[in-house]
């Protein structure tokens, strides 16, 4: 059985051991048996956060399986830049041989 917080109106937080079905209803309370609701307990580091830092985690939380909105051709016309792709520079040998000069010389071009 798992553990649930309750929390008394003149006593204040208390612990239970709560069968999963019943973990909804109402605990008395262990000192003046009058019935508290279970309260859910939120980590102190969520209450210092930033909001906006909070807001933006909240948003990402909730777009994580969510597709991306709209393609290269929409974003585009939109003025979008950051998807543009520099066009590969090529250089010619003396002999006539295409070299693309990049970080992977190792590369065989077509």
Not at 80 to 92: G, I, L, Q, R, W
Request: positive net charge; aromatic residues 6%.
């Amino acid at each position: 059985m798992p553990l649930y917080d309750y929390k008394c109106a003149n006593h204040g937080l208390f612990h239970a051991l709560v069968a999963v079905a019943e973990s909804g209803i109402a605990h008395a309370c262990p000192q003046c048996g009058e019935l508290a609701p279970r309260v859910l307990m939120v980590p102190p580091e969520v209450l210092d956060m930033a909001p906006a830092r909070r807001q933006a985690m909240e948003r990402n939380e909730r777009a994580a399986h969510e597709p991306r909105r709209g393609n290269d051709h929409s974003e585009k016309e939109q003025g979008c830049c950051h998807h543009a792709k520099p066009s590969p520079k090529v250089f010619y040998t003396a002999d006539g041989k295409k070299m693309f000069p990049s970080a992977r010389p190792w590369m065989i071009s077509h």
